[in-house]
């Protein structure tokens, strides 16, 4: 095991990462911005080394000052969190050369992953069900003719070198196919100066469907079940549950096998997502994988009993997989909300210091939270503030438990999101499983919903 | 640096290396001998408490006679010491009264060296007159070494750091008195 841990990474996930060190022994370095220097973890930590101004670019991601402080402080091991450097392959690079344990797969790995088009190929080409799609850039119009007979409609058309809803046409229609192959293209090529785009099957009415998985260094796979997370706004997760109340069991030993044959394919290890989008017809569509521990573990740890952070520690430390984790079993259901510092309306973020901070409690709650009273939320970070998640015996039992514990989730001094998850799972078609990633927006306005 | 009090008690009787017991006890030490201002510096910190102009102890102390906000009050000015949260004070970290320091800090993490290597001169001692630009030390970080310059010219007054000890970014390494403007 080892003996000293850098965690690189702060608020709430730095405070996670700091538990499961201290659960195993472990020494831990906090490394801060000035905008940091009274938070929670880097109080908790064994040593604290200031590396940088607020800016994240001048101190979390700034990979010099965060190996050199590996250096001085003398770590065996760098956990990177998410988001940051956790997905930075160049950085586990860095970490490997100077002798330091990256805590999270190996760079080769981090890099496929991260290059969506690779990923996608490759996973496609190890089991997984992709996007139909082109090969690549669509040529001309009668290759777009022949693409379109394969995948069927409705399609998107999509610029190559660019997104935005620039150089992106949606067709219905063997009619309209034409036409807006030529309009994408010349949108494309005056907002990116390429015509170039390509065409993929549309999803509608999707819902986003994520499998855990976790690794040894041996080759080892397994996956710990599916998250849901259609509950998004503008492609941010808001609410995530466990499991999906669209999955059979035989859904997910279906997909689940594809999905641990297909990373055992590519050594995968530590702990990652794998991402799906499932049409109305059942449909699994793999669109990317995360290769990190991710925001919302807590609700597979609640249903699985698993603590993927203190596995990726032990895994990481050269420990087999069934020495970590046994079978997996499933029990109940868990929901999480993500209680971001914004305006519930209007998602203005709300920084400045917390007043009030009362957390609720009682049979399956968890709060995960870096935040406190007194504390500061600075400006130049993400606006999460705390996870809640509920667990239940059934799907009921959570919803009935996540409503107490938001209306008992008292915050004043910055605004948060409480309000909006009041209004959620309160929703005829939430509790009902009816939802797909479009829900968040067609949510009535609080005054509407009055 | 990297070593963190074990007390909380403790980190929240100080203030920036200030110890507020030590400050407490110079207010009275001040009221006793009807002090209008006391500076002393320490340890890299200058402390300076000076009373708000315009008052001594005698004035606030008759500003207060109608109001009967305690029995220490009622007694003769002289003998009784106002309790140290009344004296207005002001706290001044790193700057002399009469002359400005000026802190070069580190701008990296990494390891202090003072000299080129183990067995050169140190760059620069206490005293030492250093012109803008001048290297004081270096801070090895990932095995490159890094020329810590000074950016402006003058004294150097104190030096924070030992040879070979880790800092963090923002850790004060010198103070220097500035030259003053021709």
């Not at chain 1, 997104?163 to 949108?187: D, N």
């Not at chain 1, 130049?380 to 239940?392: E, Q, R, T």
């Amino acid at each position: 095991m080892f003996r000293k841990i850098l965690i690189a990474n702060r608020g709430e996930i730095a405070l996670r990462i700091l538990s499961a060190c201290k659960e195993l022994g472990v020494k831990t370095v906090a490394v801060y911005s000035e905008a940091d220097r009274n938070s929670l973890h880097v109080r908790f930590a064994d040593e604290a080394i200031c590396i940088g101004p607020p800016r994240s670019s001048d101190s979390y991601l700034n990979i010099p000052q965060v190996i050199s402080a590996a250096e001085i402080a003398n770590v065996d091991a760098i956990h990177p969190g998410y988001g940051f450097l956790s997905e930075n392959a160049n950085f586990a690079e860095v970490c490997e050369a100077s002798h330091i344990t990256f805590i999270g797969p190996s760079p080769d790995v981090i890099r496929m992953m991260g290059e969506k088009d690779r990923a996608r190929a490759e996973m496609g080409r190890a089991g997984l069900p992709i996007i139909p799609g082109s090969p690549g850039v669509v040529a001309d119009e009668a290759m777009a003719k022949e693409v379109a007979a394969q995948i069927n409609f409705p399609l998107m058309i999509k610029a190559a070198e660019g997104g935005g809803g620039r150089g992106m046409r949606m067709v219905r229609s063997k009619r309209e196919l034409i036409r807006a192959f030529q309009t994408a293209r010349t949108e494309a090529e005056q907002a990116f100066g390429s015509p170039n785009v390509y065409m993929e099957k549309l999803i509608e009415h999707p819902r986003h469907i994520e499998f855990q998985v976790l690794g040894d260094r041996y080759g080892n796979v397994i996956h710990l079940g599916e998250r849901e997370c259609s509950i998004q706004r503008r492609h941010q997760k808001v609410l995530e549950e466990s499991p999906s109340s669209t999955l059979d069991p035989g859904d997910r030993r279906n997909i689940g096998e594809k999905v641990v044959e297909a990373l055992r394919s590519v050594r995968y290890s530590s702990a990652g997502t794998v991402e799906f989008l499932r049409d109305v017809t059942g449909e699994f569509y793999f669109i990317e994988m995360n290769a990190r521990i991710q925001v919302e573990h807590p609700v597979t740890e609640m249903v699985t009993g698993v603590d993927l952070v203190k596995s990726q520690i032990r895994l990481a430390a050269g420990a087999r997989l069934e020495e970590v984790v046994g079978s997996v079993e499933f029990r109940g259901h868990a929901i999480e909300c993500r209680i971001n510092a914004e305006d519930p309306e209007t998602f203005v973020p709300s920084a400045g210091r917390i007043t009030t901070f009362r957390v609720p409690g009682g049979p399956g709650i968890r709060v995960d939270t870096a935040a406190h009273a007194d504390a500061v939320i600075p400006p130049y970070y993400d606006s999460l503030v705390a996870k809640l998640i509920a667990h239940g015996r059934d799907r009921s039992e959570a919803i009935a438990r996540l409503h107490g514990a938001l209306d008992g989730f008292i915050v004043e001094g910055i605004k948060t999101t409480i309000p909006l998850h009041k209004r959620i799972i309160a929703d005829p078609d939430f509790v009902a499983g009816k939802f797909d990633t479009h829900f968040l927006e067609r949510l009535p306005a609080a005054a509407a919903a009055k | 640096m990297a070593r963190k009090p074990k007390s909380d008690r403790e980190s929240e009787k100080a203030i920036r290396g200030v110890d507020l017991n030590e400050v407490e006890r110079l207010l009275v030490f001040m009221q006793k001998h009807r002090l209008e201002q006391f500076e002393y510096e320490r340890d890299g910190v200058h402390i300076m408490l000076k009373k708000a102009s315009g008052h001594s102890v005698g004035d606030v102390r008759s500003a207060r006679a109608s109001e009967p906000v305690g029995n220490q009050l009622m007694e003769e000015p002289a003998s009784v010491p106002l309790p140290a949260a009344e004296l207005p004070v002001q706290f001044v970290e790193g700057k002399a009264v009469t002359d400005e320091l000026h802190l070069v800090k580190s701008p990296i993490v990494g390891t202090y060296y003072a000299a080129a290597s183990p067995d050169a001169e140190p760059f620069v001692r206490v005293k030492a007159q250093v012109e803008e630009g001048e290297v004081l030390c270096i801070i090895e970080a990932m095995k490159l070494m890094n020329e810590i310059e000074a950016d402006v010219a003058g004294e150097v007054a104190k030096i924070f750091v030992e040879n070979g000890h880790p800092v963090e970014y923002g850790q004060p390494l010198f103070a220097i008195r500035p030259d003053r403007k021709r």
